[in-house]
């Protein structure tokens, strides 16, 4: 079992930064790949970045690329989200999701084992 908690979420203005927090609580958080995703309402949860369990490897969304920086500290079991250069559209809850299979940079999310409550975040224009 793996809990999973996000934090940092809040109202920024477009332009601005954010650094999203998920604290993972349980057993062998440092073989799980990690991922973050986001859901606006009405619209499907879609993924915006992973990071492989070492955190030598990471993936993300066109949508965020260049913009979004994931990033894990094993030590602290704690995986991050910084993003810059937010847009309007960006306003979402952002979820962090674990995969047991640390070495794949999966983006579907009916491929994760467990889930955060999520963090909203919202960009006003």
């Known amino acids: 079992q793996l809990q999973l908690v996000e934090s940092g979420g809040g109202l920024v203005q477009a332009g601005g930064s954010l650094r999203l927090s998920c604290a993972a609580s349980?057993?062998?958080?440092?073989?799980?790949?990690m991922g973050w995703f986001r859901q606006a309402p009405g619209k499907e949860r879609e993924f915006v970045a992973i990071v492989s369990w070492s955190g030598g490897s990471t993936n993300y969304a066109d949508s965020v690329k260049g913009r979004f920086t994931i990033s894990r500290d094993n030590a602290k079991n704690t995986v991050y989200l910084q993003m810059n250069s937010l847009k309007p559209e960006d306003t979402a809850n952002y979820y962090c999701?674990?995969?047991?299979?640390?070495?794949?940079?999966?983006?579907?999310?009916?491929?994760?084992?467990?889930w955060g409550q999520g963090t909203q975040v919202t960009v006003s224009s």
């Open positions: 999701a674990a995969n047991a299979n640390g070495f794949r940079l999966e983006t579907r999310p009916s491929r994760y084992d467990y």
């Open positions: 349980g057993r062998s958080f440092s073989s799980y790949a």
